[in-house]
């Protein structure tokens, strides 16, 4: 395994920690702890497919280059976030993809209170620097901005209760919606949460600049801020985008087969899975769901015919290969603060027909029973035995004593 991150990052929860509500390391998984794996800590600059060699660089200060070589290649690399070439994003933006995203957005937020409960403030900069605008209309957006009420609401309210008054959170959607693949219902659901939260929620609002104090939208209104955090959508990294001889989508992701390997019969020992890859029979949301069901479905493969000799591997392993990649849809959740949420299952977005009527019933879940759906769902999902005990140990710790305010 090669990896310049030497753990695995439960993403679904990565929001509650930019609060507090969870620590960082209740939600990674340490790759040494791994039985069986060779690990390296480094990162691929280039993949020679034609050698059947992958070029990395070490993760650290020495940066040495070294070659690898492969029989089989499983290319996992993600995404970035995508800020669509608008002015200012990257320079002026916070993101929400990695573990030190979480904790630049967790000292941000720290910096502001304190700075803004100086007495060398002003109402002007008090106001400016306590307004929080979160662009984009995700699950990720949605659980950051409950996330970040329910602190303000929970214990920010009882440290800083002079200041309350001067916050002011807002959330951008380009499109006219939010919550998209949840269904319009569940979206109105949120929407109307939200605004009664005293949280603005603007739709049909695409940025067009983030300066250093505010953000201009595309009719030239602009929105003065403390901190932008900004979840819009994924692009392709620097790796993938530098893969030339590789098919790619308009959107910029490998094409891959329905067994989801390298649409190129020279390179079928190359693998792709998770974001950075589009089937030809059509793109998949790029979810960890469905980069879950990719990572087991290319395991089986290869567990299935590790105990054979080596002289017959590649013949049992083409006949593995006639199997194809099927995604099964297990529904989506968000959390949208004060012990609420929304969960659309399958079926829920079916046409209405007197059959599906009752599914969509029963598929279609929003309040607390959604709400204790989506930590039930997470916490089972998590691997490690010492996570299963920290995760609802830190729920509770914040239910009873509040969150952890303390900035490192």
């Known amino acids: 395994m090669v ?5 695995f990052l439960f993403t679904p929860l990565l ?24 690990y390296h800590q480094s990162r691929c ?22 070659r690898m070589p492969y029989d089989y290649l499983v290319y996992s690399v993600g995404s970035q976030a995508n800020d669509f070439g608008i002015s200012g994003v990257r320079q002026n933006a916070l993101f929400l993809k990695q573990v030190r995203d979480a904790m630049q957005i967790r000292n941000k937020i720290q910096e502001l209170f304190e700075r803004a409960s100086k007495p060398t403030s002003s109402r002007d900069d008090r106001d400016r620097l306590l307004s929080v605008v979160v662009v984009g209309g995700g699950p990720t957006s949605i659980e950051y901005t409950a996330e970040l009420y329910d602190w303000l609401m929970e214990d920010g309210a009882k440290m800083f209760p ?22 319009a ?17 603007l739709t049909n609002s695409r940025v067009v600049r983030v ?50 390997t390298l649409h190129s019969p020279s390179y079928d020992n190359i693998f792709c899975i998770g974001d950075c890859a589009e089937t030809i029979s059509g793109a998949l949301p790029p979810t960890g769901q469905v980069a879950n069901q990719q990572g087991k479905y290319i395991a089986r493969k290869f567990n299935h015919v590790t105990a054979k000799p080596w002289s017959e591997f590649e013949q049992h392993f083409t006949e593995q290969n006639k199997v194809s990649f099927n995604f099964v849809n297990r529904g989506t959740m968000a959390y949208i603060g004060g012990w609420k949420g929304v969960t659309s299952l399958p079926h829920h977005l079916d046409q209405d027909t007197k059959t599906n009527a009752f599914k969509r019933r029963f598929t279609r879940l929003q309040g607390l029973r959604a709400w204790l759906f989506w930590r039930s769902a997470y916490f089972t999902m998590l691997t490690s035995t010492a ?20 900035r490192f």
Not at 21 to 28: H, K, M, P, V
Not at 45 to 61: K, T, W, Y
Not at 185 to 201: G, M, S, W
Not at 212 to 224: H, N, R, T
């Open 211 to 260: 300066e250093k104090e505010f953000v201009e939208l595309q009719d030239g209104y602009q929105i003065p801020y403390g901190a932008v955090v900004w979840a819009t959508g994924l692009m392709p990294n620097t790796l993938t985008n530098n893969l030339g001889e590789w098919q790619k989508s308009k959107t910029g992701r490998i094409c891959v087969t329905d067994h989801l």
């Open 15 to 38: 929001a509650s920690t930019t609060t507090g509500t969870l620590e960082f390391r209740c939600i990674t998984e340490p790759i040494r702890h791994l039985d069986r794996i060779a």
């Open 3 to 7: 990896s310049p991150r030497n753990h």
């Open 387 to 406: 996570n299963r005990i920290l995760v609802p140990m830190y729920w509770f710790k914040a239910w009873i004593f509040g969150r952890d305010f303390s």
């Open 162 to 183: 002079e200041l309350i008054d001067h916050v002011t959170i807002t959330l951008l959607e380009a499109s006219d919606n939010i919550l998209s693949m949840f269904g």
């Open 185 to 201: 219902d569940l979206a109105e659901y949120t929407i109307n949460r939200f605004r009664k939260r005293k949280i603005r929620v």
């Open 45 to 66: 600059m280039d993949i020679d497919a034609a050698q059947n060699e992958i070029v990395l660089r070490d993760s650290f200060e020495t940066s040495n280059i070294y």
